[in-house]
């Protein structure tokens, strides 16, 4: 193995460990992971395309990049934070806290207003069901209709956990002054509304489909 390469890489290990990633329980995983953003952040869209004759978008590509690297930090927050309490530690914690908000909800409902595909939706609640997190009532208007609410046992896990998600969510939002907050939710709130409609009424429609409706 040539020497270089491990200098390299060690210099690529101390990076990380001066980095705000970096933990005192980090591992292989984790640096990984940060090597992959890093290398990912490094890239732009000119930069990736400008040997290919491509029209790119700059600033679109780089709303789109920013998105996507947001999403693999703020998991990797929730994992960390919510760790001691597994069941939550994926995506069930937003299914518990929205029932919190609007109980009795139907399994529809509670996946659409998360904003996943009926199968991954699904697999969710089940598991919240399985951790007896939750529990299926009958409609009183309509038996054929199940409605789920939080078990006495859910209610516990809400109350327990929600330092732990304030303390993830602080942490999400980075040193940004409180003006950048309240900026930065309210395009966040109108990006989110826009993708709402998307998934509410484009469903079965290809990503040509939307953008030829929409005008884009």
């Not at 491990?6 to 591992?27: C, G, P, Q």
């Not at 659409?112 to 951790?131: F, M, S």
């Not at 469903?203 to 489909?209: H, Q, S, Y």
Request: charged share 35%.
């Amino acid at each position: 193995m040539q020497t270089d390469f491990i200098i390299d890489l060690l210099m690529h290990v101390k990076e990380f460990e001066n980095s705000d990633a970096y933990k005192t329980s980090s591992n292989v995983d984790d640096f990984r992971m940060w090597l992959n953003d890093k290398k990912y952040a490094d890239e732009s869209p000119t930069k990736l395309f400008k040997n290919e004759n491509h029209k790119v978008s700059f600033t679109e590509n780089e709303i789109c990049k920013q998105v996507l690297l947001l999403g693999r930090y703020s998991k990797l927050l929730i994992r960390k934070g919510l760790g001691d309490f597994p069941e939550l530690a994926n995506e069930e914690f937003t299914y518990l806290y929205r029932l919190k908000d609007e109980p009795f909800l139907t399994k529809i409902q509670l996946i659409e207003k998360n904003g996943h595909e009926k199968q991954t939706g699904t697999q969710i609640i089940k598991r919240l069901l399985e951790a007896n997190l939750l529990e299926e009532k009958n409609d009183l208007g309509d038996k054929r209709i199940k409605r789920l609410n939080l078990t006495k046992k859910g209610e516990e896990v809400f109350h327990e956990s929600v330092s732990k998600v304030n303390q993830t969510s602080k942490v999400l939002s980075g040193k940004l002054q409180n003006n950048e907050k309240t900026e930065l939710l309210t395009i966040l709130k109108k990006l989110n509304e826009f993708h709402a409609h998307i998934y509410t009424d484009y469903k079965n429609a290809d990503i040509a489909e939307i953008g030829k409706t929409l005008k884009f």
